[in-house]
């Protein structure tokens, strides 16, 4: 499996957008970007992915490079329940490879 | 999203007893269920994968006898931690997907304390 790396922290404001920066230079044609975020104490949550084109959510927006060596995490506007850690794993289509977790971003909003 | 539950959600045993975690899909069916473990501060380690009616398939170092995974139904795995020791207490983690589908859903988790 390709190989991201993020910041390992950052900090934003209550009501001001994130961006959440994901490197990933190695990646395949047919790899998936995905992203989830994991809050104290419980399970990974699903947040957004995508191939090639930006995708937007009832969540966030993803916006992925021309060459899709990177791409950034948006949340329009923090709120103190998006803090947690933030992934950005690689994965093939379908059932090609599983999602292997880095150490991902601790994202803090401050109020 | 999907739903994905977990049973129980905390679980305090003594050295050298075996406990089972229950991981259910409770709005589809999956036919892959993975099994990660949680150490403090840490990131998520995969342990297993396994599809429906097939062995589970382990990461290189997690021991197949002795974290045991059963996969008899579409929307139950469970997790069998044999003859546990005070290492093997940690945040456990299943998720589950549909065949061919991107996306993974994930369960509460389940914190297990060996004294």
């Known amino acids: ?111 | 999203g999907a739903v994905v539950s977990q049973h129980p959600s905390r679980v305090i045993c003594k050295s050298g007893t075996s406990v089972k975690i229950e991981c259910r899909s409770l709005d589809f069916q999956a036919t892959t269920m993975f099994w990660y473990r949680q150490f403090p501060k840490q990131s998520l380690m995969l342990m297993a994968t396994s599809n429906e009616g097939s062995k589970a398939t382990y990461e290189q170092g997690v021991e197949k006898d002795k974290f045991l995974i059963n996969h008899a139904s579409l929307t139950l795995s469970t997790l069998t931690v044999t003859s546990a020791h005070p290492e093997d207490s940690s945040f456990y983690i299943c998720s589950a997907r549909r065949l061919t589908a991107d996306t993974q859903y994930f369960g509460p988790g389940t914190r297990l304390t060996v004294l």
């Open chain 1, 1 to 111: 499996d390709a190989k991201t790396t993020q910041p390992n922290s950052m900090e934003s404001n209550e009501e001001e957008p994130v961006h959440l920066p994901c490197n990933h230079s190695t990646i395949s044609g047919t790899d998936y970007i995905h992203w989830y975020r994991q809050l104290p104490s419980q399970g990974p949550e699903y947040v957004i992915h995508g191939l090639t084109s930006n995708v937007n959510n009832r969540m966030a927006s993803l916006a992925i490079a021309e060459d899709r060596k990177s791409s950034t995490l948006i949340l329009h506007r923090a709120t103190l329940r998006d803090a947690a850690v933030y992934y950005c794993i690689l994965r093939g289509m379908g059932s090609q490879g599983n999602l292997i977790f880095g150490k991902g971003t601790k994202l803090s909003v401050k109020p």
